[in-house]
């Protein structure tokens, strides 16, 4: 089945650096979402991208879904103490709107 | 306005005993989904439910798991008899329909979840 695959696994960074991560999969999909999670809540969507080629903003984080709509990619410039938790990309399975989820990229900021 | 609600927030029971987790989706919202996250597994979804109808349960890991939706606002996920594999974190999320007819992607709101631990 389709699977979605997210790297790095972790990252520790200092306060102020950019993050960089990844999301891609052996199939084609037409909707990417990035979800941040936070401990002991639920995921919560912070972009979503429709085309491929797709570059969207929200505040400091940037997404792009891949020309080839089997990657996305999310950055996050000048990363704060809050940013950490998980990053999630996910998206709905080829003909359906049953969404899968990445393994998660888990972030942290060291201040 | 409130957000998708789920009860009770931690739920410790032992292995063989019933457990009905419940979800309140927001109003107005015809479309809900229930999820699993294991830290093997990560997040998966279970069932989907739309306009109280459950569309999709091929993701129920097996019969011992069982939901339903009597109403646009609740919604319950059973496990009887429960084992300590079903050890997970259970969300909840709702979203609303599209023109086309289905969920809007940007629109899928999660619960804050219920911690299973089955002893």
């Known amino acids: 089945g389709q699977q979605l695959n997210q790297s790095p696994q972790s990252m520790f960074i200092q306060e102020g650096e950019d993050v960089s991560m990844n999301c891609t999969s052996s199939s084609i999909f037409n909707t990417w979402l990035w979800y941040k999670q936070e401990p002991g809540e639920g995921p919560v969507l912070l972009i979503a991208?429709?085309?491929?080629?797709e570059l969207t903003s929200n505040g400091r984080l940037t997404a792009q879904f891949g020309i080839t709509r089997k990657d996305s990619f999310l950055n996050i410039s000048a990363s704060i103490p809050s940013d950490v938790g998980i990053y999630f990309c996910a998206g709905p399975t080829s003909g359906t709107y049953k969404y899968i989820f990445g393994t998660g990229t888990r972030l942290k900021v060291l201040a | 306005d409130a957000g998708v609600i789920q009860s009770p927030r931690h739920e410790v029971t032992e292995m063989g005993q019933e457990v009905t987790l419940r979800c309140k989706p927001i109003s107005g919202h015809d479309y809900l989904f229930w999820y699993r996250q294991t830290m093997m597994r990560g997040l998966e979804l279970l069932i989907y439910f739309n306009n109280n109808v459950p569309i999709d349960d091929s993701g129920m890991p097996e019969d011992r798991f069982s939901a339903k939706m009597p109403n646009a606002s609740f919604s319950t996920l059973k496990i009887q008899p429960s084992e300590p594999r079903d050890s997970a974190v259970y969300f909840c999320?709702?979203?609303?329909?599209?023109?086309?007819?289905?969920?809007?992607?940007?629109?899928?709101?999660f619960g804050p979840g219920t911690r299973l631990t089955v002893l």
């Open positions: 999320a709702s979203s609303f329909s599209t023109l086309a007819g289905g969920p809007r992607t940007d629109t899928q709101y």
């Open positions: 991208l429709y085309k491929a080629g």
